[in-house]
């Protein structure tokens, strides 16, 4: 069983910065690929960036140039690096590993950009 939470959400305004962090209670960090992903209201989930367990990342098109995925396999952790927030990056953020064996979640945080 893996256990990822999250922490770093609030509210800031538009052009601001915010940097998330999910912290993984499992014994090979760095076997796992790892991913944000958000939700805004009325709107399904999608996949905002992802790092694999070499390092290697992709980004949605919406965020590129703008967020950053990292990951710090000795403490377990991964985080996301918001810059140059928009209105219509208001979401819960959620952290996720997954594979075709398992696929876990966090409780989500709250990121909430004001105009």
């Known amino acids: 069983q893996v256990q990822l939470v999250e922490s770093g959400g609030g509210l800031v305004q538009a052009g601001g910065s915010l940097r998330l962090s999910c912290a993984a209670s499992v014994s090979v960090f760095r076997a796992y690929s790892m991913a944000w992903y958000r939700q805004a209201p009325g709107k399904q989930r999608e996949l905002v960036a992802r790092i694999s367990s070499g390092g290697s990342t992709n980004y949605a098109d919406s965020v590129k140039g703008r967020f950053t995925i990292s990951r710090d396999n000795a403490n377990a952790t991964v985080s996301l690096q918001m810059n140059s927030l928009k209105p219509e990056d208001t979401a819960v953020y959620y952290c996720?590993?997954?594979?075709?064996?398992?696929?876990?979640w966090g409780q989500g945080t709250q990121v909430t950009v004001s105009s």
């Open positions: 996720n590993t997954h594979s075709q064996f398992y696929d876990y």
